[in-house]
Nanobody, 126 residues
Framework: VQLQASGGGLVQAGGSLRLSCAASGRAFSRSALAWFRQAPGKERECVAAISRGGGWTYYAESVKGRFTISRDNAKKTVNLAMNSLKPEDTAVYYC????????????????????WGQGTQVTVSS
């Protein structure tokens, strides 16, 4: 699975952004997917994950109620809608895939994902 993230940018606090990750390869529909972020000097953390069929999702506590992950298997895309953005959301955001996942699996650890996009910068100004 090859992944290409896009949609980052500069936004004021309280604003919204939508990240998109386009995938290539036939394994997309059997892959669990996730969005991670990494701020300067911090560990990469999972902010959201979605199971193969889209029926199960995971959100970090810090983004619950503000971010929404979704996938379109026909278009081979995974999206992250981010609302009510805060300065602490500033980071490089990465999409990731695990093509060995069972139907209901969700992972939130970096080591559980085998494929990564190149990252897209999100900057939230106060």
């Amino acid at each position: 699975v090859q992944l290409q993230a896009s949609g980052g940018g500069l936004v004021q606090a309280g604003g919204s952004l939508r990240l998109s990750c386009a995938a290539s390869g036939r394994a997309f529909s059997r892959s669990a997917l996730a969005w991670f972020r990494q701020a300067p000097g911090k560990e990469r953390e999972c902010v959201a994950a979605i199971s193969r069929g889209g029926g199960w999702t995971y959100y970090a506590e810090s983004v619950k109620g503000r971010f929404t992950i979704s996938r379109d298997n026909a278009k081979k895309t995974v999206n992250l809608a981010m609302n009510s953005l805060k300065p602490e959301d500033t980071a490089v955001y990465y999409c990731a895939a695990n093509d060995r996942a069972i139907l209901t699996w969700l992972g939130s650890s970096r080591s559980e994902y085998d494929y990564w996009g190149q990252g897209t910068q999100v900057t939230v100004s106060s």
